[in-house]
C-alpha cells in the first residue's frame, strides 16, 4: 500500500525533517511520490512516477525550506494502476464554484459501483483518481441544486456521507484539502497517525519521530483548520481488515503491472 503525510497549520510550518523521515519510507513504496504545497487560491504539485529516494529533483527540493500552512505528501506502492506519472498522487481539480481540491489516498476500493462511470473519464488507472473525480461531481451536483455554493457545513455532511458508504469492504484512508480546510479518514486501525504541536494537527500513515504521535480516530471524517479540529463526522463501523482473498487478488493485479 502507499503512505500519506499531511498537515494543517495556523502558522507556516517547516517540514522538512518530516518528508525526510517520510520520504526515506521510499524504499517499501518505490512507485512514484508527490508533494502538494497549497494555499487558498490553489497547489503546487510536484511528483514523478519513481522512487523517492532515487530522485535528484526531490533531494535538490528537499536541500531547501519547505514552509507552509497546507501541505499533503505521498508515496505510491502500485497495486491498481500502472507505474506511470498520470498515476502518481496527490490529484487536483477545481469544484464548480473554482474552488481547488487536491486529495492523496492509501488504500483499495474492492467494490463500489457508483466509481464505474470514472473508468473512461479518468487520465490515469488508479482507484483513487476515481474516488477524487466521484467526490468532485457529488459536490458540484449538490452545489447546483444548491443554487449557490455550499457553506463548509453542507460541505462536510456531504463528505461524511459517502464516506461513510464507500468505506464499507474498500480501505479508504484519505487527506484531501480545499486551500483551508484538511479531511482526514482511516477505516483501517493503526494505519494513520496524528500529533498536535504548535498549533499544527501532523498526520502520518507512521509516525516520523519521537514526539507525541496518536492513532487517528477510526472510522470519522475528521476536518482541521488552521491546526485545529473544527469537525468530526457521525462515525462508522465498517473497519477493513484485509482478508486472505483480498491479498491474493492484489498479488495477482501487482504482478500484471
Known sequence: MCELFGFSAQNELTANDYL??????????????????????????????????????????????ISEKLLLAH?????????????????????????????????????????YPYLKAQRGDTDSERVFLYLLDRLNEATRQNGAGLPFEARFRLFDEIICDM?????????????????VHTNCRGTLHYLEKNNAAIVSTQP????????????????????????????????YIQSEKEWKLLYQIFAGL
Do not use: M
Open 20 to 65: 525526510k523521515a517520510f520520504f526515506a519510507h521510499s524504499n517499501f513504496h518505490p512507485h512514484g511520490w508527490g508533494l502538494a504545497c497549497v494555499s487558498r487560491g490553489g497547489a503546487l504539485i510536484e511528483k514523478e512516477s519513481v522512487k523517492a529516494s532515487d530522485s535528484h529533483y526531490l533531494r535538490e527540493r528537499l536541500s531547501q525550506p
Open 208 to 239: 516520523l519521530s519521537d514526539e507525541n504521535w496518536q492513532p487517528v480516530p477510526f472510522g470519522q471524517l475528521l476536518a482541521f483548520s488552521k491546526g485545529r479540529q473544527v469537525k468530526a463526522g457521525a462515525g462508522h463501523h465498517h473497519e
Open 167 to 183: 468505506a464499507r469492504g474498500n480501505k479508504l484512508n484519505l487527506l484531501f484539502t480545499d486551500g483551508k480546510y484538511l479531511y
Open 75 to 115: 508515496i505510491r506502492f502500485a497495486t491498481i494502476g500502472n507505474v506511470e506519472y498520470k498515476n502518481c498522487h496527490p490529484f487536483t481539480g477545481r469544484d464548480c464554484t473554482g474552488r481547488r481540491w487536491t486529495l492523496v489516498h492509501n488504500g483499495t476500493i474492492f467494490d463500489y459501483p457508483a466509481l
